[in-house]
């Protein structure tokens, strides 16, 4: 019963920089680790980062030193700051959830309908 949404993709040129936001929405749930994945055209989706509730973070190999991730505990938000861009950043970018209700033991896991980032001259 919970949404994620994505925002701030868009049209950037290389080297440039882009910051995405997911927030999560819905009542009686605590939210666990978040993470970004993302799906070049006709390619597999695949890891960018996560961060726990904790803050602890862990990055992909190819964004590490580019790409920072971020959360807001209070708000239910993930964010994504992409910097130095190349093109082959170009992807759908997903947020995912785990979710945990409250008086509940299991964890769900959630993705959002993902955001277009396209980096092109």
């Known amino acids: 019963q919970v949404q994620l949404v994505e925002s701030g993709g868009g049209l950037v040129q290389p080297g440039g920089s882009l910051r995405l936001s997911c927030a999560a929405s819905?009542?009686?749930?605590?939210?666990?680790?978040m993470g970004w994945y993302r799906q070049p055209p006709g390619k597999q989706r695949e890891l960018v980062a996560t961060?726990?509730?904790?803050?602890?973070?862990n990055y992909a190999d190819a964004v590490k030193g580019r790409f920072t991730i971020s959360r807001d505990n209070a708000r239910n938000m993930v964010y994504l700051e992409l910097n130095s861009l190349k093109p082959e950043d170009t992807a759908v970018y997903y947020c995912?959830?785990?979710?945990?209700?409250?008086?509940?033991?299991?964890?769900?896991?959630?993705w959002g309908q993902g955001t277009q980032v396209t980096v092109s001259s």
């Open positions: 961060i726990t509730s904790g803050g602890s973070t």
């Open positions: 819905g009542r009686s749930f605590s939210v666990k680790t």
């Open positions: 995912r959830s785990e979710i945990q209700y409250w008086g509940q033991r299991t964890v769900f896991q959630y």
